[in-house]
């Protein structure tokens, strides 16, 4: 693990992205350990969302299917990634411990490797549960199944593109009790379905508004700039660009969460293209100013 105080994460994207997950999961679980008293500590929960195998080899194989799936475009940097370990595989061996951990996969082969864990980690064998589905569809029932007064959770939303729906982003914010960690397909999504002449097939505007939760990002996107000498005698339709695009979706957040952080990471390829934000979102009052500071200060290594 690198150092964060004043210093870039080393390695790659994925590298980074682990890495700020890790510590903060570490900080978490220290600071919830005698929370709110040392007789009855919070019920720790520790839920991977898009779990993969438990190693970051899932990447090359899946990243093509999705996109033939999703109509979403490449993934541009695989990376050498085999047998690296994985979010799922990370969570499991930070201490202090959580006291459940989910992992929640579309992959059928995929669980059947994140069953493995349990051997792997048979004193967590207990804690661990595997659930096979559409995350949007898992999230949602996991976020009103439980009443939330003595669980706390973090959450790491990592897709490979824009499957998440924001209707799942605001049942997460709904419970009030849970840390949520995404990674927004800045360069990788988003901005390459926001066409450059704004003409936008109809699947790709429905994929837009579910994922960013309403129909008003045609017009915060797409300038319309009157023509004005010979040289540019017609109106001109010009492209937010990416910055734009980032604060906007940072924006939708706050109005749903506690705190937000308010510069998300960025994960670039090696050629230093925007690929993702990493983005935080603290959905407990108590909880805002501890985690925000943790959050903050991790997210100033990854710019
Ligand atoms: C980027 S990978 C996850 C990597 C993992 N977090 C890690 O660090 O090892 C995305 C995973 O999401 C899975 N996936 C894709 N769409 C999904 C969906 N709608 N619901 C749940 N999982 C999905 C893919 O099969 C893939 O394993």
Redesign the pocket.
């Known amino acids: 693990m690198g150092k964060s105080k004043g210093q870039k994460f080393g390695g790659d994207w994925?590298n980074v992205?682990?890495e700020v997950i890790a510590k903060y999961l570490r900080a978490y679980t220290t600071a919830l350990k005698n929370s709110p008293t040392p007789e009855t500590p919070f019920h720790k929960i520790y839920i991977?969302?898009?779990?993969?195998?438990?190693?970051?080899d899932?990447?090359r194989d899946?990243a093509s299917k999705?996109q033939q799936n999703l109509i979403f475009p490449d993934i541009a940097e695989p990376g050498p990634q085999a047998l690296l370990?994985?979010?799922?595989r990370?969570a499991l061996q930070i201490k202090p411990l959580f006291d459940e951990y989910i992992f929640?996969?579309?992959?059928a082969a995929?669980c059947v490797h994140l069953e493995e864990l349990k051997i792997e980690f048979p004193h967590l064998a207990d804690a661990i549960s595997v659930q096979q589905?559409?995350?949007?569809i898992?999230i949602q029932s996991l976020c009103v199944a439980r009443s939330w007064k003595m669980d706390r959770a973090v959450l790491?939303l990592?897709?490979?593109g824009m499957?998440v729906d924001w209707r799942t982003i605001e049942s997460i914010a709904e419970t009030k009790a849970i840390d949520l960690w995404l990674l927004f397909p800045l360069g990788i999504g988003v901005n390459r379905l926001l066409t450059r002449s704004g003409d936008i097939p109809d699947p790709w505007r429905k994929r837009l508004s579910a994922f960013l939760g309403t129909d008003d990002w045609y017009d915060e996107f797409y300038k319309v700039e009157a023509g004005s000498d010979t040289l540019f005698p017609q109106e001109r339709i010009i492209k937010a660009s990416m910055d734009v695009i980032g604060r906007y979706f940072n924006n939708r957040l706050k109005t749903i969460f506690e705190g937000v952080a308010e510069t998300p990471g960025v994960l670039r390829n090696s050629a230093n293209n925007p690929l993702y934000l990493l983005c935080f979102a603290v959905g407990n009052k108590n909880g805002r100013p501890i985690a925000l500071n943790i959050a903050e200060h991790l997210l100033k290594a990854v710019r």
Do not use: C, H, V, W
């Open positions: 994925t992205k682990l991977d969302a898009f779990a993969g195998t438990g190693y970051r899932a990447r899946d999705d370990e994985g979010s799922a990370m929640i996969e579309q992959k995929s589905g559409d995350a949007n898992e790491f990592d897709p490979f499957q």
